[in-house]
């Protein structure tokens, strides 16, 4: 093959494929646009309808929007199975941050579970360190450890708080190496009267958060999750194909202890949401508020009794 002709194959090659991976490209920007939609729909009409001052309002929007963020996750789940992380190299600026969005809007398993992709992603500036900074501080929280970049504010009935951080004397240059504003001018959004503390010189106590240790929940099953998992069955299925893992289940307690609204939100398969659907709707419980509760249960496949 002649130089020209080699020069024109490789040309061909990289047009072609070039093509298609801006037709891929194009697919995938369509589908995170999908998603973008339906992680604002219903918290853009709650921040539209604050105003109202409708406690049952709010509500209703967000039980919307927690259906629509789970399916959200599954969707974000197969992108990232098939591409990886959808950074800027793929999906350009504007869209970069979809995925992230999608993941710290769900849970602590959720947020732990891709945690470690997100930071890879951020580290080759596929999406923003700021970002990222974020959903380290929301799993650091739920972890009930200190953050690390200050990002996190708890609102009480005294106004908004700032949840304790670690390091703290040193918290504006992890900060300024991510690109993020000294936390004095963040927290002014709150009115909160901040600055970097030292010995001499500390914050009062009332600037931050600190959660209260429950000793009772007000709300348990009858015997215990100990209880609950002797109920299950591993099922055949299941067991031939050597599956395991956890179902999760969303549900709501009535005000007498009664199961309803019981639906899987974290799939295995197999038979298995079957029969955790099976034991939670028999499941009673103690109920000291007088209300109906929302809880989350994560039930073991195959469950070992000790």
């Not at 020069?7 to 047009?15: E, R, S, Y």
């Not at 009115?191 to 709300?219: C, F, G, L, W």
């Not at 348990?220 to 299941?238: F, M, S």
Request: glycine share 6%; charged share 25%; hydrophobic share 35%.
């Amino acid at each position: 093959m002649k130089f020209y002709q080699l020069f024109a194959f490789i040309a061909f090659v990289l047009l072609f494929t070039n093509n298609l991976l801006a037709q891929t490209n194009k697919k995938l920007i369509a589908q995170l646009d999908t998603i973008y939609q339906s992680d604002q729909q219903y918290r853009s009409k709650a921040m539209q309808e604050a105003g109202k001052n409708n406690p049952e309002l709010d509500k209703a929007n967000m039980d919307k929007q927690a259906v629509a963020d789970r399916a959200n996750l599954a969707k974000i789940e197969k992108i990232f199975a098939q591409y990886g992380y959808p950074g800027k190299t793929m999906v350009g600026e504007k869209y970069q941050s979809v995925a992230f969005m999608v993941i710290q809007h769900n849970d602590q398993e959720a947020q732990e579970k891709y945690l470690p992709l997100l930071t890879g992603a951020a580290n080759k500036g596929e999406f923003r360190a700021t970002s990222l900074a974020i959903l380290i501080d929301r799993v650091k929280m739920g972890r009930g450890e200190k953050q690390v970049y200050g990002s996190q504010m708890h609102e009480t009935k005294d106004g908004v708080k700032i949840y304790p951080i670690e390091d703290e004397p040193n918290v504006d240059i992890r900060r300024a190496k991510i690109g993020l504003p000294p936390l004095a001018l963040y927290v002014k959004t709150w009115n909160i009267d901040y600055h970097v503390p030292t010995a001499e010189k500390p914050n009062p106590a009332s600037m931050y958060y600190v959660q209260e240790e429950r000793h009772e929940s007000p709300v348990e099953a009858v015997g215990g999750t100990a209880a609950i998992y002797a109920q299950l069955n591993y099922p055949d299925k299941a067991k031939e194909n050597n599956i395991t893992g956890f179902v999760t289940v969303q549900l709501t307690i009535d005000k007498d202890g009664n199961t309803k609204n019981v639906e899987v939100i974290k799939s295995l398969g197999y038979g298995c949401d079957e029969e955790a659907l099976r034991v939670m709707k028999a499941v009673k419980y103690t109920n000291k508020t007088g209300e109906d509760n929302d809880i989350r249960v994560k039930l073991p496949f195959p469950y070992k009794k000790k």
